[in-house]
């Protein structure tokens, strides 16, 4: 269980974070003295932490699945940028592989890139959500904050990373590209 004391200590949150048999997650806040606009607010938040926690992070299983297709672009394209540095007059079959590869990093990046981008932003609404509660530590608990921190920025670094690899990757892909394309035209005139 974390939680601690929010609003100033006008209140208690806690939670698991878990997801139960009933496929819901629990929250139990005390009141020690909210507003009933208070109260709301604070409902309200935690519901909005929850789902734009999980919101962010139906990203996380399709970085997963782009890493090992990441690492195998980056491998095959070291091999090509061997190939074309060898100056071996396979121009013209580098270049078909090249486009290949583009193309697999431009699908990617077409298939992931909304997703990437929504978990950017629930990630910051979850961070603010969590600001706006105001924390104050209870002896022996996580607070809200700590447990993102350990356990929700990790998975949001993670699909941050995919997707900056990705971007890096099209842009040495088109690197690579253009420097052959410059290659096969001079040898071709």
Do not use: N, W
Not at 128 to 146: H, N, Y
């Amino acid at each position: 269980v974390i939680g601690s004391a929010i609003a100033d200590g006008a209140g208690y949150a806690f939670t698991d974070f878990r997801i139960h048999d009933d496929g819901c997650a629990r929250f139990l806040l005390i009141d020690r003295g909210f507003t009933q606009r208070q109260a709301g607010r604070m409902m309200q938040r935690l519901f909005e932490i929850e789902a734009y926690r999980m919101l962010a992070l139906l990203a996380l299983p399709i970085a997963r699945r782009q890493s090992p297709r990441i690492v195998a672009i980056e491998k095959s394209l070291a091999e090509l940028t061997d190939g074309i540095a060898r100056e071996d007059g396979r121009e013209e079959a580098l270049l078909h592989e090249l486009t290949r590869l583009a193309a697999e990093v431009e699908s990617g990046l077409s298939a992931s890139q909304f997703r990437f981008g929504a978990c950017r932003a629930y990630s910051e609404l979850v961070h603010m959500r969590i600001d706006e509660m105001r924390e104050v530590r209870l002896p022996g608990l996580q607070t809200i904050q700590e447990f993102m921190d350990r356990r929700f920025a990790p998975a949001v670094a993670t699909c941050t990373t995919v997707s900056q690899r990705l971007h890096d990757l099209s842009e040495r892909v088109a690197q690579a590209s253009g420097l052959l394309a410059t290659r096969v035209g001079i040898a071709r005139e």
